[in-house]
């Protein structure tokens, strides 16, 4: 019987262990648990005889893969997967997975709580701004990008967006505007909202330039990764322009310095996107299912190091 690891450093809650072990018992395969563990030794010591992981933002790196002889594929509960060493995964020719979509909708939904909290002014007291009628700008139009969109429609926003790699008719064919560069969208747009993944084009790529364009008011919301802010950069652009807000879901290295900017920054204490119930259970369970089917049909539909 294959062994399955849930390697979670931040465990699952409870119901999603459940869920995982539910799905794996029908396909007949072995949950073993890792959860809370402190020292990396304890992960090596884990993998030595599994052939599946679900991780977390657990890191999995060469060391991992040399320890895990008998690993076949590691599926990141979770959209992300900038966690994993993808290069040493193919070298030691295990298949990983991440599970799109599972986790979107509570991205997107904290994407507007704290938008809310930014423009009424983190609930000081005095008078803030409406978000009805206001250029939302959406930096990536995947999976959270698409649900922030149509979040946005019922604040009745006009929502513009900008993808790479998204053809401008898909963007369109939703209700929303595309514009043809992420220079265009910061111009237009009094909000924008990062949804890019972490990558060697994007890292630091949030930078004084571009956040410059925006106009006077201007709100960035970050529910993306921190690695895509130049954080120096952003930190000099807000102490000169004090009309920019930034909220963001990914503490900054430089947390204290952005709160010297007195009442324009909001950071969560930890990143918590996807730290809902539900998004837990979902990405959980559809780790599991995507095991079953990839040792059952050799099924790789969300493999990421194709
Ligand atoms: P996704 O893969 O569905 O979408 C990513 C989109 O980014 C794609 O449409 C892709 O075409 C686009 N893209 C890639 N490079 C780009 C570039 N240089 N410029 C413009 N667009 C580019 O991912 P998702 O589920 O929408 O998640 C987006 C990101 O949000 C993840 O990569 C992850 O880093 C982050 N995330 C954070 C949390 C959290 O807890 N805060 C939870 C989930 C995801």
């Not at 304890?42 to 933002?57: F, G, H, P, T």
């Not at 060493?85 to 599972?102: F, R, W």
């Not at 954080?231 to 709160?259: G, N, S």
Request: hydrophobic share 45%; glycine share 8%.
């Amino acid at each position: 019987m294959a062994k399955i690891l849930i390697a979670t450093e931040k465990p699952f809650a409870k119901v999603a262990v459940d869920g995982i072990k539910e799905v794996a018992e029908t396909a007949g395969l072995e949950v073993v648990l890792l959860e809370k563990y402190t020292e990396k030794a304890q992960l090596l010591a884990a993998v030595a005889d599994v052939e599946a992981m679900i991780i977390r933002s657990d890191k999995i790196d060469n060391e991992v893969f040399d320890a895990a002889k008998n690993l076949k594929i590691v599926v990141r509960a979770g959209a992300g997967y900038d966690n994993v060493d993808l290069e040493a995964a193919t070298a030691h020719g295990v298949v990983v997975m991440n599970t799109p979509g599972q986790n979107s909708n509570a991205v997107a939904e904290l994407v507007f709580g704290m938008l809310v909290f930014a423009v009424r002014n983190f609930y000081n007291g005095k008078a803030g701004t409406e978000l009805k009628g206001k250029k939302l700008g959406i930096l990536a139009y995947g999976n959270v990008g698409r649900r922030v969109a149509h979040i946005a429609k019922g604040f009745d926003m006009d929502v513009y967006a900008y993808d790479a790699y998204c053809p401008a008719a898909a963007i369109e064919s939703d209700g929303v505007k595309a514009v043809s560069s992420q220079d265009e969208l910061f111009e237009q747009c009094e909000v924008v909202s990062l949804h890019i993944p972490a990558t060697a084009e994007t890292r630091q790529s949030i930078n004084y330039a571009l956040v410059g364009k925006m106009p006077k008011g201007g709100v960035l919301v970050n529910t993306a990764r921190k690695e895509v802010i130049n954080e120096p950069e952003l930190l000099k652009l807000m102490q000169e322009r004090t009309d920019l807000k930034y909220v963001t879901d990914i503490m900054p290295e430089t947390d204290a310095d952005f709160r010297m900017l007195g009442g324009r920054y909001f950071s969560t204490p930890k990143k918590m996107g996807a730290q809902t119930a539900e998004a837990n259970i979902n990405a959980g369970v559809a780790a599991a299912h995507q095991i079953a089917a990839f040792f059952k049909d050799g099924c790789t539909k969300y493999q990421v190091n194709k």
